[in-house]
């Protein structure tokens, strides 16, 4: 098991709610990158947080929106949700800077927007 | 742009025998890459990965992966499967700004 916690693991909403998930990274990372995993895919690059800033974000509208903490820890907001929203939100923790080193993923939460 | 094409939907594969999961990529510049593992209802695992050095890589659960320059491939391999090896395997690979581009993932099924 890798040091990263996610919650809650399960979520269901409706079409144009709000969620909120959260992401604790592994002790000594300083770097949250979150995906979106749909069914039957490979995960997609959503954005990265280091230092509390966006650090690079991948091919998804502004409604998917992040914070990090001082803690390093983060979360990813999607607003007005849509059907296609739901999938499998992994978050990784990794070191900035030490490219030569494997980001650590959470378990994932599975939201289902109905 | 960086990608990473994985042929196999599916490898189908006896307990006992080697197994070969293949990747290959695009990217510019040197490449660092990775092989994570997904059971059912759980995040993603790392397998191994290249950086430099080496062209075969040993990681955990005795796998290992080739890296080959020139085929710009990166195949997972293991010689003598299980059957709890049996799950979801990604390739990837990082970019600049630490990004990872995964494959789309191959259904390993070892049988007994």
């Known amino acids: 098991e890798t040091g990263v916690t996610q919650s809650p693991t399960h979520l269901i909403k409706t079409r144009g709610q709000q969620v909120t998930l959260r992401c604790s990274s592994q002790?000594?990372?300083?770097?949250v990158s979150w995906y979106q995993q749909a069914l039957g895919q490979g995960p997609q690059f959503i954005f990265q947080?280091?230092?509390?800033?966006?650090?690079g974000r991948g091919n998804f509208p502004p409604r998917f929106s992040g914070l990090q903490f001082p803690n390093y820890s983060s979360e990813l907001n999607v607003n007005a949700l849509e059907l296609d929203d739901s999938a499998l939100y992994l978050c990784a923790s990794s070191s900035e800077g030490a490219r030569n080193t494997e980001a650590f993923f959470g378990q994932g939460t599975r939201l289902t927007v109905v | 742009a960086q990608s990473v094409a994985q042929p196999e939907d599916q490898v189908n594969v006896a307990e006992g025998n080697p197994l070969t999961v293949k990747c290959t990529y695009s990217v510019s510049g040197n490449p660092y890459l990775f092989w994570y593992v997904q059971y059912p209802n759980r995040g993603l695992q790392f397998l191994l990965k290249?950086?430099?050095?080496?062209?075969l890589v040993k990681g955990s659960y005795g796998f290992e992966a080739e890296f080959n320059k020139s085929q710009t491939s990166f195949h997972l391999k293991k010689p003598s499967a299980l059957v709890s090896d049996s799950a979801l395997y990604f390739c990837a690979v990082r970019s600049a700004g630490n990004m990872l581009t995964f494959g789309g993932g191959t259904r390993l099924m070892v049988k007994p």
């Open positions: 290249y950086i430099t050095g080496d062209n």
């Open positions: 947080y280091y230092r509390e800033e966006e650090n």
């Open positions: 002790s000594g990372h300083n770097t």
